[in-house]
């Protein structure tokens, strides 16, 4: 199945309004993780736009697919996409990272409604996907399980010790979307130790493995649609992601991992994901 | 001699029953399911288990996903493993979020015996116990593991649960109600307070019984709840008895003896505490009953160290 252009068209005009999401909450003056939440804001827009089963009107529903973003730190995107779908007020993406604020820095399922995990330390999530995949099948449930990692969390033992286990139980209702923006929080993904050959490694591990360009969301639907298909193994797509995309002085800079916009620099961000936004809603 | 049976076999079966009874109760294991116990539950219920490998850290996370979905998981490991390679993911995505998974350690303190200090546990109390929402669970024979295994699926957020393969007698008769939070005194006497957790019970009971034959009456405490600790019960004692004595097969630093002490520190006029245990060492190769010597806990060292702090 081939997403239409008119859904395409959609998804683009969506993942600018994401992207504007993203740094309207963050602001000026304070600490953010701007890089890995727009590098991410195409694969987060295309999962809950377009593949996910998902009732925002119940986000406990039990056949629901489940995402989750073992990539903490980059939950502004995903907070964005809930506060769009009406999960919770869009109003509340303001209090960001607030003392008594429901959206805590990193992800806290006890606070926020649509959260499927507690993430925020690097490498545990897949596992605990996993969990989730492994629970439906004892459940006799047919949801999907979605999960979101950094490149550099690929550094985490603990995530190729997972990525055994699913390949062990046939996890086929499992996808693992790795957000390849090739930086981490100090350098380069290369640094301390070698991620490629990438696709070959996650194949070698008893994945079906495919290479995208993360930032292109028809490549990202039709990549959520191949892995509809592989259901004997679990599933990996490598997005190739910019760190800080739509914004572009943050682009491709390590220095924006987590850092504060100085008020001038804030307003050329937004004012550069608006115009990216105006220019969606023109077509 | 009465007959003396391990933790974690009454462990194995309870698991068993409780699988049985409960479709929502599920086993993970990390390569160690004889020793443990849960090959009981997985001949059974092969559908409901899963054996992750060598792998503690991956086990604890995936039963963690598996909670959110409504299932009540059981991680085993040793106690050693359990608790210390898997740290970081308990805390981050059980205790956090107060996800409800059970986490079994077996084969705890210095009693796992010639395996040494890579396999003797002397710090797991501690390391839960500091975690918000973890409630640390430390029965003393056969019949209490039995009935907590049954409670700990029933509490709603998540349990430690330390277990052990030193031979105890059996000090409970089926009448006895185990309750998480709730400590039971064994024998009655106003001298000293023996509180005691797990394996330590029993050797606390012999001590009573020597102390008695000096004229010193202890009473024996089962802190089978390290946390919550059942603090009226501690207080009590701390307000009736001439010395406090917490008993345990674990650090000194950051066990059942720093719980007392923090429980009673507000106390004007409490009684001195004794904390026996490891005096902040590591273990070392042995036997179960020379290990416990050597630390001075057995009923006879235990005793003898009442009576000096009774001077």
């Known amino acids: 199945m081939t997403v239409s252009?008119?859904?395409?068209?959609?998804?683009?005009?969506?993942?600018?309004?994401?992207?504007?999401?993203?740094?309207?909450?963050m602001g000026p003056n304070m600490a953010h993780h701007f890089g890995g939440s727009l590098s991410a804001a195409d694969i987060v827009t295309a999962l809950y736009f377009y593949k996910m089963r998902y009732n925002p009107h119940d986000p406990g529903w039990p056949e629901r697919d489940r995402f989750l973003m073992s990539k903490g730190h980059s939950v502004p995107a995903q907070y964005a996409a809930l506060a769009m779908l009406g999960v919770f007020p869009q109003e509340e993406l303001a209090t960001l990272k607030q003392l008594g604020s429901r959206l805590q820095g990193h992800p806290a399922m006890h606070a926020t409604p649509g959260l499927e995990g507690c993430t925020g330390a690097l490498g545990e999530g897949l596992s605990y996907a996993n969990g989730m995949a492994l629970a439906a099948r004892i459940r006799g449930l047919s949801y999907n399980v979605y999960c979101l990692l950094g490149d550099g969390e690929l550094q985490e033992g603990q995530v190729w010790e997972a990525a055994m286990t699913a390949a062990t139980h046939c996890l086929g209702s499992l996808v693992a979307i790795i957000d390849r923006n090739r930086l981490k929080a100090m350098d380069e993904t290369r640094c301390g130790k070698l991620l490629d050959p990438l696709r070959e490694r996650w194949a070698s591990f008893g994945w079906a493995a495919c290479e995208i360009d993360g930032h292109d969301v028809a490549a990202i639907c039709d990549a959520l649609d191949w892995a509809d298909e592989q259901t004997q193994q679990p599933a990996v797509i490598i997005a190739n992601t910019v760190k800080g995309k739509g914004v572009s002085f943050l682009e491709g800079q390590p220095q924006f991992h987590n850092a504060a916009l100085s008020e001038e620099q804030f307003e050329r961000a937004l004012g550069e994901v608006e115009a990216a936004l105006a220019v969606t809603e023109d077509r | 001699m009465p007959e003396l049976t391990q933790t974690r076999y009454a462990y194995g079966e309870a698991l068993l029953e409780l699988g049985s009874q409960r479709t929502e109760v599920v086993v993970l294991d990390a390569d160690l399911y004889k020793s443990t116990r849960t090959v009981l539950f997985r001949d059974a219920f092969p559908e409901r288990f899963i054996d992750v490998g060598i792998s503690e850290a991956d086990m604890v996370s995936t039963a963690a996903g598996m909670a959110a979905t409504g299932l009540i998981p059981f991680c085993n490991s040793f106690a050693m493993f359990i608790t210390s390679i898997c740290y970081l993911p308990i805390r981050t995505q059980i205790a956090y979020p107060g996800l409800p998974v059970k986490l079994v350690g077996s084969s705890a303190g210095l009693t796992q015996g010639p395996d040494g200090a890579s396999h003797q546990s002397l710090e797991d109390i501690a390391l839960m116990r500091i975690l918000p929402n973890v409630a640390v669970v430390s029965p003393a024979d056969e019949v209490e593991t039995r009935q907590a295994t049954f409670a700990i699926a029933d509490w709603p957020g998540p349990v430690y649960m330390r277990l052990g393969r030193y031979p105890v007698p059996c000090l409970?008769?089926?009448?006895?109600?185990?309750?998480?939070?709730?400590?039971?005194?064994?024998?009655?006497?106003?001298?000293?307070a023996l509180l005691a957790t797990g394996h330590m019970v029993c050797k606390a009971l012999d001590a009573a019984e020597l102390l008695a034959r000096d004229r010193i009456e202890a009473r024996v405490i089962n802190i089978s709840t390290i946390k919550p600790l059942d603090e009226a019960v501690v207080q009590k004692a701390a307000s009736e008895a001439g010395l406090l004595v917490s008993v345990e097969e674990h650090s000194v630093i950051g066990g059942l003896g720093s719980a007392v002490a923090e429980c009673v520190s507000g106390i004007a006029n409490a009684p001195p505490l004794l904390r026996l245990g490891v005096r902040d060492a590591f273990g070392e190769s042995g036997l179960a009953d020379e290990l416990l010597e050597k630390h001075r806990l057995t009923g006879q060292l235990i005793a003898a160290d009442v009576r000096r702090a009774l001077g």
């Open chain 1, 5 to 25: 252009p008119d859904k395409v068209a959609d998804l683009r005009r969506t993942a600018a309004e994401l992207r504007w999401h993203i740094v309207a909450m």
């Open chain 2, 172 to 192: 409970f008769d089926d009448g006895h109600r185990f309750e998480i939070g709730k400590a039971t005194t064994l024998r009655d006497g106003g001298d000293v």
